[in-house]
């Protein structure tokens, strides 16, 4: 539990996602979709939960004087543990591959329910701390996802209007 938690702090695992996210993009049109809502989606989802953890900030299970009995696994934070970004991050991404993929994307929301489990085994984030990342990280996915649908339309629109005026 503790790599599902603090993997993406490895040189490594970077890179292999990098690699996987630079394969669909060149791969075509629905991973192009997924991989590129991902790479928009997360920064998006990571942005609210830090919003919310400097507006409402609210203790993290591993820095509570009452839970003397916590198994610490991976160290205290200083910051506030308000929504998780790990688990927003990774249901983003995971959603925007569920959207463009359809059951291609169930690998990824594995992915993300298992850090997201990791983040509540390892004693750093509550359940609904866990929770408010989701929200947070469904709702930077869905809308990345609509507007790359609405601006792709537009776009479609657009060389289609031009293609019927130069056919004239």
């Not at 989606?41 to 900030?57: F, M, Q």
């Not at 004693?123 to 990342?133: A, R, S």
């Not at 479609?156 to 056919?167: G, L, Q, V």
């Amino acid at each position: 539990m503790r790599f599902f938690s603090e993997g993406l702090q490895e040189w490594w695992v970077k890179l292999i996602l990098l690699i996987c996210l630079g394969a669909m993009i060149a791969a075509g049109k629905d991973t192009r979709k997924g991989a590129v809502c991902a790479l928009l989606s997360w920064p998006i989802a990571d942005l609210l939960t830090n919003i919310l953890k400097k507006t409402i900030p609210l203790p993290r299970p591993c820095n509570d004087p009452g839970l003397d009995e916590l198994i610490l696994r991976i160290g205290k934070s200083e910051s506030a543990g308000t929504a998780s970004a790990h688990s927003a991050n990774m249901l983003a991404v995971a959603i925007c591959m569920l959207i463009a993929l359809r059951w291609g994307g169930i690998p990824w929301l594995i992915l993300a329910i298992l850090v997201a489990l990791s983040r509540i085994y390892n004693g750093v984030h509550y359940p609904y701390q866990v929770i408010l990342g989701w929200i947070c990280g469904a709702f930077a996915a869905v809308l990345i996802c609509m507007l790359y649908d609405f601006f792709g339309k537009r776009r479609a629109a657009k060389r289609e209007a031009i293609e019927t005026k130069s056919s004239d």
